[in-house]
């Protein structure tokens, strides 16, 4: 098993920057793909972005492309999600997740753990 913990959110206005953490535990973490999800209230939980466990290969959603940067390291079991030029549509909670694979994957139910999630509020 895997434990995350997602730290990094907080409130920020519109253009601004955040860089969210995930922590894991309990296991290798290099032998785990990794991804972020996000929920919006009201809506269904998706797909952010997602790392291979080399870090060499990432996917990111369409809506996010150019603006989010995920990155791994593997030395400090942390996985991070480095978000610009924020929009308030990209208010949500923030997931981490983790899969024992070798393949990038933007599908949640690919995921076997997940973190707790952080809170991201962009004021407009």
């Known amino acids: 098993q895997v434990q995350l913990v997602e730290s990094g959110g907080g409130l920020v206005q519109a253009g601004g920057s955040l860089r969210l953490s995930c922590a894991a535990s309990?296991?290798?973490?290099?032998?785990?793909?990794m991804g972020w999800f996000r929920q919006a209230p009201g809506k269904e939980r998706e797909f952010v972005a997602a790392i291979s466990r080399s870090g060499v290969n990432t996917d990111y959603a369409d809506s996010v492309k150019g603006r989010i940067t995920i990155s791994r390291d593997n030395a400090k079991n942390t996985v991070y999600l480095q978000m610009n030029s924020l929009k308030p549509e990209d208010t949500a909670v923030y997931y981490c997740a983790a899969r024992p694979t070798v393949f990038v994957t933007t599908t949640e139910h690919d995921y076997n753990y997940w973190g707790q999630g952080t809170q991201v509020t962009v004021s407009s």
């Open positions: 309990g296991h290798t973490f290099s032998s785990y793909a």
